[in-house]
């Protein structure tokens, strides 16, 4: 199991701000079909609903094999409730920054308020035992474990999440569905009972008395909690219990209930067909002498759903796209050389073969005898009973050119070879390390909507496409498009070639031909010139934290990247005045050692970090360093205490050390545009500007308040303000006499800071007052942040490490902004 999941629909609002990572279910097989319905894509920057189609996947490594929450309560066999886990794999898994979390049946709890860490590794074959809270009457001691929590389980219903990270998850699948970013970080799922989240169909309710057990020792997996658990005595098992590999000697009676136990539903409930089930030959008749019964223009029908559904066919066509590696699709597609002529029906289908049918390759005509399904909106043989290569064939691609015409979809060519003549951009690369995808389109990048005007949501959408590694393997060893370098945004390809098929929601192209990216939006190794004679820059250090574990680096190796990197940009930035935002928010620690490993680097003294006179509580804080010998603050560090701002700003006056003008710093970050907690005004008004734009425009109104309240001259309101150019908050500065600087100074082309779901936008603005707009000599944002990769940060867990270097390139999420300013001489 990895992520076939139940859930309702109206999950929570994406946030460019407040997501980490941005992931998707885990790829499919086998075939539980689950029905999955969240509301958690973003469109601008606020959402769009939309329903995922169901959703399955292949059998988990590390899986969840008893569950127990009777310990401690009458006729207990035990006084601790516990969990225990199973390596299914035949290598070994770290579960170091994995945890437990454990929510309700049908509360409004999250899993995340309920966690257990993990640690340490399990060989094939492997318990791991978590033992969590004890009940009010002893009993029997557990073995000893391998973790320990203080979780209280349900002794009848709950659901239990193994979770690849350490995180809690605000979600619960039930009152609070799980978002596709938080469904991918789930390994495994068990609800029992009464459970209103589970795989396939829940296992069943428990006792005091009984626990739920993994059949076969911990082996079975069909993404059917039902099908793959069994209510027995519990029998806790840990790392020091014999190993019981999958496909070795069968558990011992002690080790998984008896085969009595096992629920009715079964791993191979699957419909099965023989290979002569449809047509029947006769005994002599070769493979080849029984014809096709349907057309695959038939099967595909001029809908998105096949009129064929459960039947099982015999078609013929030609092998256009081979992935039946169990690493990549498990299965290939094939195109009929007679299409029909309706325009309507693709003529193309998918056979879910298995790695059975090896001996098939791109080129053979096939007749393919299979039953016709749809899966996660896809129509396709599956299973696959029968391949015959019959011959040789070719099929040429069919040329498409985006953007498609408005109000129509690739439906028509689902499954079908084709190929796009014309030059495409690299749009989005955010999922290019995790599952070997990026977005391209036509026309060049694109935009956010709310971030300038004339920016058409739809058609983003119409000349956008994805293009797949047709691989189902997440964090691949070998990563597409990173030789001789890492594509960037804005490099472009031209021929893309490949079938067109889906899956996750999504239209996709597998290509058949290798993919090349030009180099056409070279890296800058430094920023824009921007003149004056004191330089501002601003930047989202994307959570630097010297805690470890906590938001930023979960090593110290981590950590040493992470800081290396945050210096190199501040050094390439080489500005007098630094507002930074995401620095952790303990003191004068964090911020500190990014000053101390500065000056170790370009001179003793050389940067001074401002103290923050109310930071808020927060785990975040805004901070500032400077040079004391170009500038020299003016007065007392200054901020506000007042709770409209959740990280309260920082204000600074600044003078050149040799004289001259002054201006005032005042660094923000405001309110993410997650929907966490919001209500009221604060919840999405379906605008495109998300969740907490109301807070962000009183943010907005409170800055001006503070300039206007403490007489602060010459002021320069920087910082992450969580909004796009055109969005509310940015127009009531502009209003109360600001001036983005941006809009003022970067072409349109080259004005964004943040890539989210495929668009682009500032969220990282700079707005300055009427009279110190006559002293800005220029305004840059750097690059080299926002069109990289995230496979070249500093996290070590499944980037390659030849990609890393300590270098100013994807340091954070965000690119940093530099501002111009000519303060010499008088008024």
């Known amino acids: 199991m990895r992520a076939s999941f139940r859930a309702h629909a109206g999950g929570p609002p994406g946030d460019p701000a407040s997501f980490p990572l941005r992931a998707r279910a885990p790829r499919r097989r086998p075939r539980a079909i689950i029905a999955v319905a969240l509301s958690a894509v973003l469109a601008t920057v606020g959402l769009t609903v939309v329903s995922l189609t169901p959703a399955s996947a292949d059998p988990g490594t590390v899986v969840i094999s008893q569950v127990y929450g009777g310990g401690g309560n009458a006729g207990a066999p035990y006084t601790n409730d516990f969990v225990e886990l199973f390596n299914r794999s035949g290598a070994t898994v770290s579960l170091d920054g994995w945890s437990v979390q454990y929510a309700s049946a049908t509360g409004t709890g999250a899993f995340g308020a309920n966690k257990v860490g993990l640690t340490g590794g399990l060989a094939p074959g492997q318990y791991y035992l978590v033992q969590l809270g004890a009940g009010t009457t002893p009993s029997g001691p557990l073995p000893p474990a391998d973790a320990t929590g203080n979780l209280a389980l349900s002794a009848t219903a709950g659901k239990v999440a193994l979770v690849r990270s350490a995180d809690g998850l605000a979600c619960n699948g039930g009152s609070t569905p799980c978002a596709p970013e938080q469904t991918a970080q789930i ?11 589970f795989e396939g169909a829940p296992a069943p309710a428990l ?12 082996c079975a997996d069909t993404d059917v909690n039902a099908a793959d658990f069994a209510a027995g005595a519990p029998a806790p098992r840990t790392t020091a219990t014999a190993p019981a590999p999958c496909g070795g000697p069968s558990p011992s009676p002690s080790d998984s209930p008896s085969p009595s136990a096992s629920p009715t539903v079964s791993p191979s409930a699957s419909p099965s067909v023989s290979p002569s089930a449809s047509p029947s030959p006769s005994p002599t008749a070769a493979p080849c002498d029984v014809p096709a019964d349907h057309q695959i223009a038939e099967v595909q029908g001029a809908g998105d759903a096949s009129p ?53 390759g791109v080129g053979d005509r096939v007749l393919v005898t299979g039953k016709v399904t749809e899966f996660n909106g896809l129509t396709e043989l599956s299973p696959v009973t029968a391949v015959d290569v019959c011959g040789t064939g070719k099929i040429k691609p069919v040329a498409v050119k985006l953007p498609r015409a408005a109000g129509t979809t690739f439906e028509p060519l689902e499954n079908m070879l ?65 030789t001789p370098q890492v594509a960037r945004l804005g490099d472009t390809t031209t021929g893309v070639t490949g079938v067109l098929t889906y899956g996750f929601d999504v239209y996709r192209v597998e290509p058949t031909q290798q993919i090349a990216f030009k180099r056409a939006n070279p890296r800058r190794p430094a920023p824009p010139k921007v003149g004056g004679d004191v330089r501002v820059a601003g930047l989202n250090t994307l959570n630097w934290f010297t805690t470890l574990g906590s938001r930023g680096a979960d090593t110290a190796e981590e950590q040493r990247r992470q800081l290396a990197k945050i210096v190199a940009t501040v050094k390439g930035l080489d500005a007098d005045v630094v507002g930074l935002m995401e620095v952790e928010n303990n003191g004068q620690t964090a911020l500190q050692a990014i ?48 709770p409209v701002f959740r990280r309260p700003p920082l204000i600074q006056e600044f003078r050149r050390a040799r004289g001259g003008q002054s201006f005032t710093l005042i660094v923000n970050h405001f309110k993410s545009k997650g929907c966490d907690g ?110 990289e990769a995230r496979i070249l940060d500093y996290n070590t867990e499944f980037n390659p490490p030849a990609l890393y270097a300590p270098d100013a390139f994807r340091s954070s999420d965000h690119d940093p902004l530099l501002i111009g300013l000519d303060l010499s001489g008088g008024k």
């Open 187 to 197: 390994a495994d799922l068990v609800g029992y009972g009464t459970a209103n989240y």
């Open 207 to 218: 006792t005091n008395a009984t626990a739920a057990l993994r059949l076969d020792g911990g």
């Open 308 to 360: 064929l559904a459960g039947q099982t066919v015999r078609v013929e066509g030609v092998v256009t796209g081979d992935f039946q590696r169990s690493d990549q699709q498990s299965g290939f597609y094939f195109q009929d050389q007679t299409p029909d002529a309706h325009p309507a029906t693709s003529d193309g289908l998918f056979a879910y073969a298995k790695d059975t049918f090896r001996n098939v």
């Open 418 to 482: 084709v190929t796009f003549r014309q030059r495409l951009t690299l749009t989005d690369h955010y999922n290019l390390g995790r599952y070997g995808e990026v977005t391209v389109s036509s026309g060049g990048r694109t935009f956010q909507p709310t971030d300038r005007p004339g920016v058409d949501a739809a058609l983003n959408a119409r000349r956008s496409m994805l293009i797949d590694d047709g691989s189902n393997v997440q964090n691949p060893a070998v990563i597409p498009y990173t």
């Open 595 to 642: 000053v101390d490993e500065l000056n170790a680097q370009v001179g003793a003294g050389t940067y001074a970090a401002l103290g923050h006179p109310y930071p808020g509580s927060d785990a975040i804080r805004v901070a500032a360093i400077y040079k004391p010998a170009r500038v020299t603050p003016v007065g007392e560090t200054r901020s506000s205490t007042d």
């Open 678 to 787: 919001a209500a009221g005004a604060d919840l999405d008004q379906g605008d495109g500007q998300s969740c907490f734009n109301d807070e962000r425009v009183r943010q907005a109104k409170a800055v001006l308040g503070l300039i206007s309240s403490m007489n602060l001259p010459n002021p320069l309101v920087m910082g992450d303000l969580n909004a796009y150019g055109e969005e509310d908050p940015i127009h009531t500065l502009e209003s109360g006499g600001l001036t983005s600087l941006t809009k003022k100074f970067i072409p349109r082309r080259d004005r964004y800071s943040y890539l989210f779901d495929g668009l682009s936008g500032e969220l990282d603005h700079a707005l300055a007052g009427h009279g110190l707009l006559k002293r800005v000599t220029g305004a840059a944002i750097w690059h080299v942040n926002s069109d």
